[in-house]
């Protein structure tokens, strides 16, 4: 019997009873590997006693990988959408399974170990990550900048923003719950894909659980499709813009301690520190990291509440309830407060000038009133707009209509 009738036998038995597993590949031109990935799929199918569907996401292949997957007797989607992420979101939608096992058709994965996933999956895991660090890397495998600086790197950051809890954030073979998936709601079209998965699962609290996986060198002559830097950027990218409190907030809050904290300090006068005198120069460089700061902090506060309202990060109860008490006319009234006083502050300096009848002063001194003066006026100014900004952002949630 051949292995077309075989798959074929599988693939009737599949319709006949409900779909437990759906086995989604991704594919670009891997007419050299495919047959083979189907062939180690329909295996591991065989060796759990599955009833399960093996997926080909065609991402616009020209090598003929179609007329294989077809001849293998294995459902194909067409995905004409490019990008990895576009072809794995056409095949997972298309999926019957209550869970979904993805890998990668280039052979370096071996789909007959997916009796473990499978297993995690049973026990209520929500997404199983495979972990090549766990599971063995086989010699020329993966690359020496991807396995000791990239994906280590870009794991560690994940950990750090978003407390994933994995060690090998970008392995190819992972499997999830096809109703957990849906409300991941993923939208990364391309190898980021990967990163937003297990971000999104992490921030809503999903159980995730992690198995050794083998990584073997792929079986394809020519070139694979990852680009080291460009893939890598994308990848930092898309946590970067992910996680406002690392980009924005953090930063933000920094700097606004520094400029704060340096204007209080030089405010009555120079200072000398290990031998550096620090005097209206600095005061002014103090006023612009304090500005800057309190930016990136409304920064912060516009994409969270963004994220939240459109999907993309879970509510969160604090925020929530902070903007049940901060609302419009309070931070109007905070933000007119300080720029009141700034205003009050810059007119006792003009004050000043005028007794001395517009001419020459002591920098030294009127200095030490314009700089705050001007800081207080804009802060004051920006939390007025910001206020404005933020009811404009919640108008949809307020009324159910934009």
């Known amino acids: 019997m051949s292995v077309a009738q075989r798959t074929r036998q599988s693939g009737d038995r599949t ?22 990935c189907i062939e180690k799929a329909r295996r591991g199918i065989a060796d759990g006693g599955l009833a399960a569907e093996i997926i080909v996401a065609d991402n616009g292949s020209t090598d003929g990988s179609q007329a294989v997957a077809r001849e293998l007797g294995v459902r194909v989607i067409d995905v004409p959408r490019k990008g990895y992420g576009s072809a794995l979101i056409g095949g ?5 399974g209550r869970f979904v096992i993805m890998g990668d058709a280039d052979d370096s994965y071996d789909f007959t170990a997916i009796g473990p996933l499978v297993e995690k999956l049973r026990e209520g895991y929500d997404l199983v990550m495979g ?42 073979l992972r499997g999830f719950r096809k109703d957990g998936y849906d409300r991941l709601r993923l939208q990364a079209t391309g190898m980021e894909f990967a990163s937003e998965m297990v971000i999104k699962a992490s921030l ?20 694979p ?34 400029g704060l904290g340096l204007s209080l300090a030089l405010l009555p006068g120079p200072l000398v520190v290990g031998g550096v005198r620090l005097d209206i120069h600095t005061m002014l460089v103090a006023g ?26 879970p509510p969160h109860p604090a925020l929530q309830s902070l903007f049940r008490y901060i609302t419009l006319e309070v931070g109007l009234a905070a933000g007119s407060l300080l720029a009141l006083i700034g205003l009050v502050t810059l007119v006792v300096a003009v004050g000043t000038w005028s007794a001395a009848g517009f001419g020459s002063l002591n920098p030294d001194v009127t200095m030490r009133e314009v700089i705050p ?30």
Not at 373 to 402: C, N, P, R
Request: glycine residues 8%; proline residues 4%.
């Open 15 to 36: 319709t006949q009873t409900a779909v437990e597993v759906s086995i989604v590949m991704p594919c670009l031109n891997e007419v050299e590997t495919l047959a083979t």
């Open 92 to 96: 997972i939608d298309a999926a019957r």
């Open 131 to 172: 972990n090549r660090f766990a599971g063995g890397i086989q010699a020329g495998a993966m690359v020496w900048s991807h396995r000791w600086v990239g994906n280590p790197v870009l794991t560690f950051i994940s950990r750090l923003f978003f407390h994933t809890p994995v060690n090998d954030m970008h392995c190819g």
């Open 204 to 223: 809503q609290k999903m159980r995730i659980a992690e198995v050794p996986v083998t990584l073997s060198p792929d079986g394809r002559s020519r070139p």
């Open 225 to 258: 499709h990852l680009r080291t830097w460009r893939d890598g950027w994308r990848h930092l990218r898309f946590m970067l813009l992910f996680s406002p409190r690392w980009l924005f907030h953090y930063p933000g809050l920094l700097l606004l301690a520094i």
């Open 288 to 313: 612009f990291l304090a500005l800057l700061g309190y930016q990136l902090v409304l920064f912060a506060v516009f994409t969270k509440f963004f994220a939240i309202r459109v999907g993309f990060h």
């Open 373 to 402: 003066a001007v800081v207080l006026t804009a802060l004051g100014t920006q939390t007025v707009f910001a206020s404005f900004f933020m009811s404009i952002l919640g108008i949809e949630s307020e009324t159910g209509k934009v």
